[in-house]
């Protein structure tokens, strides 16, 4: 059975910078992408994120690129995303999503999710 954990979520004021983490078991680890999704108040969920499963290729939604970095330990099973200069806008719950084969931004495409953790910025 997979399980996702996310941790690392909280309040922070703009400028801020957060590491969330996502614990992954029930898969061998290094065989599988992973990526990190948001979903603000009265949004639709969106791609942030993606990791392959070397994380020698990652990928960044423009709104994040530049500020955000994911990576992966794959001895830890886990995967992270630095969040460095925090916007309002940043403000929503997180998630992380696992598949096989190759990286994508399609959300459907992801088999696996976790329950999410809240990141909230203040201005």
């Known amino acids: 059975q997979v399980q996702l954990v996310e941790s690392g979520g909280g309040l922070v004021q703009a400028g801020d910078s957060l590491k969330l983490s996502c614990a992954a078991s029930?898969?061998?680890?290094?065989?599988?992408?992973m990526a990190w999704f948001r979903q603000a108040p009265g949004k639709e969920r969106e791609f942030v994120a993606g990791i392959s499963r070397t994380g020698d290729y990652t990928t960044y939604a423009i709104s994040v690129k530049g500020r955000f970095t994911i990576s992966r330990d794959n001895a830890k099973n886990t995967t992270y995303l630095q969040m460095n200069s925090l916007k309002p806008e940043d403000t929503a719950i997180y998630y992380c999503a696992l598949k096989g084969g190759i990286t994508t931004r399609s959300e459907t495409a992801y088999d696996y999710w976790g329950q999410g953790t809240q990141v909230t910025v203040s201005s």
């Open positions: 029930g898969r061998t680890f290094s065989t599988v992408v």
